[in-house]
């Protein structure tokens, strides 16, 4: 989002030419004159050609304007460098055209043809940085660039761009509300998005510009629940809130049904006379009712928004933890939302704001659920070092929680508050003893003792409070407390607090044939000092009058006409107008005496004793952790709760089709899919979570070329913390193709050192990449022959592994995802790809024949047998989809025990993996004879990358460090499509998405065999018909994210060739192109 205007301007740096500025520096010395010349020195080194001086005065500059300095007469200077070719120049730039271009406008419009360009920038955060600043410039007129600018973006192949996209929204829909048709479609096209990055941004951006539109949030609702956890916080509040309302509207109450249930079979069992009156047609509607509401069964997706939210309880931050304790109190069965408890009261060990925030909604809760916090009644006891804010919601909590069992505790904590020097919290305790009093009838006598011993307290607040709460108690039971009343009368010499003035003049009129001699001396005192009374006093003594006239007229007769007089002529209208009033009622006139007759029933008339209620009483319908239950009033852009649906909406919107290639599985896979969602949904959490730690593992992998470039050090100071924390999440898939092409460089070099030495297990695994990119290229004849020898079984082999093999390459046992299609492996030739496109791959004797692949890199040494120490390992990648996980590549590994002992005890121990790398270990090979040999499969997860997979292999004496290193064509599994819709897909991937490179094809490459050869034995794809004899096809998916790759080879008769990627992912298309051109002029 834009960085608002939130400094003040009027410090001192933002005085205005010619005025006087004041030093900030001590040693400045005090005042002097802001000239023409005032930051002269930064628009000479803006004005330079060295990009140097440029940085260091765009630092300076963006230095100024984080201390609320007024940096804006430079716009002019600043906006010319927008299209300098130094990144981190360009990059501050652009942080101060956010913050001053809606100032400027004039002049950032000047500029406007270089942001457009700055959309095209091959660097993510430039790109994003211009979508931002061209949103910041707040003109109509150039609407149409912003919409056009937000569409691209939110095509752009980098999730932080997307993001920014997502941002844009609702700046351009606040400028021109008319785009709403066309915004809600890009907020489409965004929700559909994988990346977690872009999910909280984009959910935001739904909310301020379409919530109404429920129907957008069907097809995503069970990937936002999968995705939750891995979103950022902030992402986290705002996608769990909508999802709060959405349930409200899509699922049935747990608690209504309930409750409705209970309230039947109560009335079914202990049925009334009066309903028994109604007749037979009542009772039966009822019956028929009962059942119909009886069966309640949670949908799926509700549970799975209850399942997903839960481990959110624990996160560190305390607005994560309050949505989730919201989205439970208003959506989970009253036996589930307990778990929220625990959570919230150890929020109350943070800072004071989060504790008050907090205990709003915990007194809120209690109110209904007031079982939940029993428990923890200890942890709501008051601190002294508590502010008083904090203190009286305690107060109020515990309050909540006093029941018949606590009573005693509770009462001798409040017997300690009353002493704190905390006058606030004195009368908030006493207003509390005396709700305890109400609710808890058994306590109230003893409570009332202890009110009335207050009342000889010195502190006059303390009495005044007490005051207040013994006249609402002695409403409840007034003709037990005659002595009560008395000693009040005595207190009015004393108390001078106008409320409890006022409440003991209420009580004795209000029950003055209790204390009938009393009442007229103390309406005597009052009309001595009724000129000098505050008003709430003034009216209750006119009360008083009126009431003691009615009753005893003799002895008040004249002291009433005396305080009616003086209230005729006060200067509160309020009191004259009672006055007058009553004086009509009380002495009626000879014209008009209607209402006289009924005047003691007026005055005198019975009254309810008051229900003294918690404050938080109704605050539950406003959605809990909002703004508006805070200040308890609906706050701008307040959303309702909806209230449940009587009849829950059609679950199937919420279905997502299935790809055709998932059908042709066999039988026992036909019934899994007839299973409820429930597996259909954790089939989608896998490509979904894995999907979203793409960037963070990219940013993981970046982390050391961002340290090596020092500009990009130097510009973080400078940027805000928002864009900090998104360049470290991005920045990665930038660099990352540099640094894994230097990589690929160096094991090159490696070649003849890998093949001779194995000293150590690093030297190992850096031959075994090496060998790696040296054995692509091999002949077909080597291939088959390497093939043969990892198919073979020693007769030895007495050992388990050798039918474990068989069951896990069995693909009965894998279970495909249910969003990114994984094709079965690679073939050979076109015929045979329409062959299998139909088949279906139930006979376990074709996984070692029909479903072999070509086998793109021969047996890799993993640990050799002098490391190992007797014990060898090599390992292939079989490219068999792998049966534990679909996202995983399969990795075949052969061990050979050489030496004269047998090996026992071989696992896989810890393992140190980049960030989203995850491997699934082989089963335990318990001994391994001498001589011996056996397979085992596993499988990693390299999360698109080609960064090596380091863990440990064991035995039970020995550990022995090992890694693999995938080559990019091993990320991937072949796809099978149409020509038609591989042009289809291809025109989806234009633009950045395509990388194209010129080759020559040496005479031994020119047969269709030996090219489709080289280019299936280089990467797992998947050959695509092609009309023309000259031009070859092939696709496949990324096993993790399911990024289609598309590899086009345009074959000329003179050998020119032309090689076309067409991917999302640019790293692993440049890298694949570069691997292609290598096995094909080879």
């Not at 007749?279 to 039966?284: I, K, R, T, V």
């Not at 005659?482 to 409890?500: C, F, R, S, W, Y």
């Not at 090159?748 to 040296?774: F, H, L, T, Y």
Request: hydrophobic residues 35%.
């Amino acid at each position: 989002m834009s960085a608002a205007p939130a400094y003040s301007e009027d410090k001192g740096g933002s005085a205005g030419p010619g005025e006087p500025e004041y030093g900030h520096d001590p040693a400045s010395g005090g005042i002097f004159s802001s000239d023409y010349k005032r930051h002269d020195d930064l628009k000479e080194m803006l004005d330079t050609n060295k990009d140097s001086l440029k940085l260091e005065a765009m630092k300076r500059i963006v230095a100024m304007i984080a201390r609320g300095k007024n940096a804006s007469d430079l716009f002019p200077a600043v906006v010319k460098n927008v299209a300098c070719k130094n990144i981190e120049v360009k990059k501050l730039v652009y942080v101060y055209l956010v913050r001053y271009a809606e100032e400027q406008q004039d002049l950032a419009l000047l500029s406007i043809s270089t942001f457009q360009r700055g959309l095209k920038d091959p660097n993510q955060l430039i790109r994003a940085s211009a979508l931002r600043v061209l949103s910041s410039i707040r003109v109509p007129i150039i609407v149409p660039i912003m919409m056009l600018a937000i569409k691209e973006a939110a095509s752009d192949m980098s999730p932080y761009v997307r993001k920014t996209a997502a941002h844009a929204i609702p700046k351009l829909y606040s400028l021109d509300s008319d785009q709403k048709d066309q915004l809600i479609e890009v907020i489409e096209k965004l929700l559909a998005d994988k990346t977690t990055l872009v999910a909280g941004s984009v959910v935001m951006a739904f909310e301020e510009v379409c919530p109404e539109r429920i129907d957008l949030i069907h097809k995503n609702y069970r990937k936002l629940c999968n995705l939750l956890i891995d979103v950022e916080e902030w992402g986290q509040v705002v996608i769990i809130s909508m999802l709060t309302r959405y349930a409200r509207t899509q699922f049935l109450s747990p608690t209504q049904n309930e409750s409705l249930l209970e309230e039947n079979a109560e009335k079914a069992f202990y049925g009334s006379e009066e309903e028994e009156a109604k007749g037979a047609g009542s009772e039966d509607a009822a019956a028929a009712a009962l059942p119909a509401r009886k069966p309640y069964v949670m949908d799926p997706d509700h549970r799975l928004l209850l399942r997903n939210t839960k481990p959110l309880l624990q996160s560190r931050s305390a607005a994560v933890v309050m949505a989730v304790a919201q989205l439970y109190f208003h959506l989970a069965p009253k036996a589930e939302v307990g778990v929220i408890a625990k959570a919230l009261v150890r929020l109350l060990r943070s800072h004071s704001e989060v504790q008050y925030v907090v205990l709003q909604n915990v007194a809120t809760m209690s109110i209904k659920r007031r079982g939940m916090f029993e428990p923890y009644l200890k942890s709501f006891y008051i601190r002294s070092t508590d502010p008083t804010q904090i203190k009286i919601l305690k107060l109020e909590v515990l309050t909540n929680l006093a029941n018949e069992t606590n009573i005693p505790t509770v009462l001798r904590e409040f017997q300690t508050y009353i002493r704190s020097m905390d006058k606030d919290f004195v009368a908030a305790t006493i207003q509390a003893i005396g709700r305890c009093a109400t609710n808890i009838g058994r306590v109230r006598d003893t409570c009332l003792n202890g009110l009335v011993q207050l009342l000889s307290n010195r502190d006059e607040l303390v009495v005044a409070e007490s005051v207040v709460v013994i006249k609402k108690l002695l409403q409840m039971q007034p003709a037990q407390h005659g002595e009560i009343i008395k000693h009040l009368a005595k207190l009015t010499d004393n108390i001078q607090v106008p409320m409890a003035r006022a409440s003991i003049l209420w009580l004795i009129g209000e029950y003055c044939e209790h204390v009938p001699r009393i009442a007229p001396d103390v309406l005597r005192k009052m009309a001595k000092s009724f000129t000098t009374e505050e008003d709430i006093v003034k009216l209750q003594v006119i009360n008083l009058a009126a009431k003691l006239y009615l009753t005893n007229s003799k002895q008040t007769k004249l002291l009433t006409q005396y305080v009616l007089s003086l209230a005729k002529y006060d200067q509160n209208y309020d009191i004259r107008d009672r006055a007058r009033f009553t004086r009509q009622l009380i002495v009626p006139s000879e014209q008009g005496g209607a209402l006289s007759r009924h005047a003691k029933k007026l005055f005198l008339a019975p009254k309810p004793a008051p229900v003294l209620e918690s404050s938080f009483k109704d605050r539950d319908h406003f959605q809990l952790g909002s703004l508006s239950h805070l200040l308890n009033a609906k706050a701008t852009g307040y959303q309702e709760l909806p209230d449940w649906p009587e009849e829950a909406p059609d679950p199937s919107v919420r279905n997502v089709e299935v790809p055709e290639w998932t059908k042709c599985s066999n039988r026992e896979k036909r019934k899994e899919k007839e299973k409820p969602f429930y597996s259909d949904s954790e089939g989608e959490s896998g490509p979904t979570e894995s999907a979203d730690s793409d960037p963070e593992s990219e940013s993981e992998s970046d982390s050391k070329s961002s340290s090596e470039s020092g500009s990009g050090e130097s510009s973080s100071e400078s940027d805000n913390e928002d864009q900090d924390e998104d360049e470290e999440k991005v920045r990665g898939s930038e660099s990352e193709q540099s640094e894994e092409d230097g990589e690929k460089r160096k094991t090159k070099k490696k070649v003849p050192e890998g093949k001779g030495e194995a000293s150590s297990s690093d030297e190992g695994s850096d031959s075994s990449s090496s060998s790696s990119e040296s054995e692509m290229t091999s002949e077909s004849e080597e291939e088959q022959l390497e093939r043969a020898s990892w198919r073979k079984t020693p007769p030895s082999s007495k050992s388990a592994p050798a039918p474990k093999e068989i069951s896990l390459l069995d693909l009965e046992d894998f279970n495909p995802p249910s969003v990114q299609p994984v094709s079965p492996p690679a073939i050979v030739s076109t015929s045979l790809a329409a062959d299998l496109e139909g088949l279906t791959l139930t006979d376990s004797t074709l996984v070692p024949s029909l479903l072999s692949p070509v086998s793109g890199v021969g047996r890799q040494e993993l640990l050799h047998r002098v490391a190992g120490e007797g014990l060898a390992v090599d390992y292939t990648f079989s490219r068999q989809p792998f049966s534990g996980d679909p996202h995983m590549v399969s990795v075949h590994i052969h061990f050979s025990n050489s030496s004269d002992t047998p090996i026992k005890g071989l696992h896989l121990g810890t393992s140190k993996l980049p960030a989203g790398i995850s491997i699934q270990e082989f089963p335990e090979i318990e001994s391994l004879a001498p001589g011996e040999s056996a397979t085992a499969v596993m499988g990693i997860n390299f999360c698109d990358s080609t960064q090596a997979a380091n863990f440990q292999l064991c035995t039970q004496t020995r550990q022995f460090y090992v890694s693999i290193q995938p080559p990019v064509g091993e990320l991937m599994a072949p796809v099978f499509m149409s020509e038609n819709e591989f042009k289809k897909e291809q025109g989806k991937l234009m633009g950045m998405n395509e990388i194209t490179e010129k080759l020559m094809l040496p005479d031994t490459c020119r047969s269709d065999h030996i090219v489709v050869q080289k280019v299936t034995t280089t990467a797992n794809l998947g050959r695509v018909p092609c009309g023309t004899s000259d031009e070859y096809r092939f696709a496949g998916r990324t096993l993790t994210s399911g990024s289609l790759v598309l590899l086009t080879l345009d074959a000329r008769p003179a050998g020119a060739a032309q090689l076309t990627v067409n991917s999302e992912k640019m790293v692993i298309g440049t890298m694949l192109v570069k691997d292609v051109i290598q096995a094909l002029t080879q």
